[in-house]
């Protein structure tokens, strides 16, 4: 049998991801990360005004070091029997383009301007955008809404669009596109030379862009300009077909194929989003909720579609016919901010060593001790006895997304007293992401969408067992820990390997190249009474503060 090795490329909030995978038996034969350089000294961003952008260099340098580096790794061997490449990317995170397809941020003339760049899924700055979007929808007699929750957020497409337009000029003067990271990753990879040739994914149109079988494509260009005129032509740019996954975007083009040393018969899938190949990596099943967990978390659930018919869920962030697994529904929600939540604590805890300590101390001690924070805070306090009366905290660090997104809402800490520590207080933290994602499956029973039980995938899932437990507590529900460490490359891997004709579906592709799982959390029966009303107290408190903010 001839040799046959697939790279999945996973691009996160932080850093891009490559692996080389055995496509026969799913064994990794090589990894490699790189951290995005202008997004590490955060440049483009203002975390106080919610935004967020990214420059297009830290991706193509990202996509260059990884693969070029696993390649070397794995020598010429595996090289010469690369059969196909498929990316997954956060969303959404989309871009302005010329009528190439090129971001304008690659111009002269808007390299420094972050309008130009992508706008990463967690910028926020369209908040205002997405209520007017929320506001507008109401006038129609088509529900252009239904697929996505019935809520749209200002974390998507339109809304991110539509701000950028309105804010920016020379951008608007410039723009004939707006474009998906996980549509145009694929886009270049195959040479695209116009705005035209960029194939859609199924994943991102659906999910983020209110496209639906339907109405044949996204909604009509009345919908838009009615809104507001600044977004007129921008439906008609967009194709009404959009492709699933398993699907090839073409092959790699001669100048990539130079570029990375692999032959121009490598074939380039369509991209999807990081959570839903997650979710395939992560060997998801009908009606077990797949937890992505990062900076935040993607909870997808799969369902048959003859048992889907007729049926929408209100809140969540979309119900898309082949956005996950080819043939059967896609549903997304998720915690707009979960690892995010720790990070923010870490960062204030660290304060005196990242501004008194320098010239104190050596810089590699203060980072050794930063990094062994949060370690240490989830080792004390899970020897920290619970109680009903301890300190509540609310999740909602960067808003919320499910259930109902909201990115006005804030975050809340109460009960604190002079006896209050780092250690209390980190565990109200991480008890309020817990209790964030209970809210998830219950917006999902409480429509008659079973949850049968829980697949932990991502950094928090293996590295922070504190967390798991008291997940599995909080639900009283036991999660399975899937045994791969690069989940969502997995994921990309086992679509390139079916767009290679290796497998005939993806199914068969995570039967073949799945990891399995190596750890599961079962509930602690102790606690799960007391997590149920604190869970109560939660969603009271939830309300208290929502009431207090304007919508």
Wanted: proline share 3%; net charge negative; glycine share 8%.
């Amino acid at each position: 049998m001839e040799k046959a090795y697939v790279i999945g490329v996973d691009y996160g909030t932080d850093s891009v991801r490559a692996i080389v995978v055995d496509a026969y038996n799913g064994n990794e034969m090589a990894a490699s990360t790189f951290e995005y350089p202008r997004w590490k000294k955060q440049l483009y961003c203002n975390a106080e005004t919610n935004v967020f952008r990214q420059h297009p260099l830290d991706y193509i340098e990202g996509l260059q070091f990884t693969i070029k580096d696993c390649l070397q790794k794995t020598g010429d061997e595996v090289r010469h029997h690369i059969k196909a490449i498929s990316i997954d990317t956060t969303g959404s995170s989309p871009i302005a383009v010329d009528e190439t397809g090129t971001p304008l941020a690659l111009s002269e003339q808007f390299a420094h301007d972050p309008d130009a760049m992508f706008v990463l899924w967690k910028d926020h700055s369209s908040a205002q955008e997405a209520e007017e979007i929320n506001q507008h929808a109401k006038n129609f007699e088509i529900n252009y809404l239904k697929y996505v929750g019935g809520i749209y957020s200002s974390e998507w497409y339109w809304s991110k669009l539509l701000h950028v337009l309105r804010n920016n000029r020379q951008v608007k003067e410039a723009c004939h596109g707006w474009v998906e990271h996980a549509d145009w990753m694929p886009f270049l990879l195959t040479g695209g030379k116009h705005i035209s040739e960029l194939k859609r994914g199924i994943c991102t149109a659906g999910h983020k862009g209110l496209w639906a079988e339907e109405w044949n494509g996204f909604p009509p260009e009345d919908f838009f300009v009615s809104l507001d005129g600044v977004l007129s032509g921008f439906v008609s740019m967009l194709p009404s077909i959009a492709y699933t996954a398993d699907k090839a975007a073409g092959n790699l083009s001669q100048e990539w194929a130079g570029k990375l040393g692999l032959s121009t018969t490598v074939l380039i899938g369509i991209g999807a989003m990081d959570a839903h190949m997650g979710a395939v990596g992560g060997q998801v099943e009908p009606y077990y909720l797949s937890k992505v967990m990062g900076t935040s978390t993607c909870d997808m659930l799969v369902a048959p579609i003859k048992e889907m018919q007729g049926k929408y869920v209100q809140g969540i962030c979309g119900l898309v016919n082949g956005s996950v697994i080819p043939g059967m529904i896609g549903m997304e929600a998720g915690q707009s901010a979960f690892g995010d939540v720790y990070a923010w604590l870490r960062n204030v805890v660290a304060w005196p060593l990242e501004n008194i300590a320098p010239g104190l101390v050596d810089e590699q001690t203060i980072k050794n001790i930063v990094n062994r924070i949060i370690p240490e805070l989830s080792k004390q306090a899970a020897a920290t006895p619970l109680h009903e009366k301890d300190e509540l905290s609310v999740d909602w660090f960067n808003g919320r997304r499910t259930p109902d997104a909201n990115a006005l809402l804030k975050a809340s800490i109460t009960g604190l007293d002079l006896g209050t520590d780092a250690v209390k207080i980190f565990r109200s933290l991480a008890e309020a992401t817990c209790f964030g994602a209970r809210a998830i499956v219950e917006c999902f029973t409480s429509q008659h969408i079973a949850v049968k039980g829980l697949i932990g995938i991502g950094g928090v899932a293996r590295k922070s067992p504190f967390i798991m437990q008291m997940m599995a507590d909080v639900m009283n529900m036991s999660i399975r820990i899937n045994k791969s460490e690069q989940t969502c490359a997995l994921g990309a891997a086992m679509f390139a390997a079916t767009i290679a004709g290796i497998y005939n579906k993806v199914e068969e592709a995570m039967q073949v190249m799945g990891q399995g799982f190596d750890t599961e959390y079962y509930p602690d029966k102790s606690k799960v009474e007391i997590y149920r009303q604190r869970y109560s107290m939660y969603l009271e408190l939830g309300v208290h503060i929502e009431s207090k903010i304007a919508k």
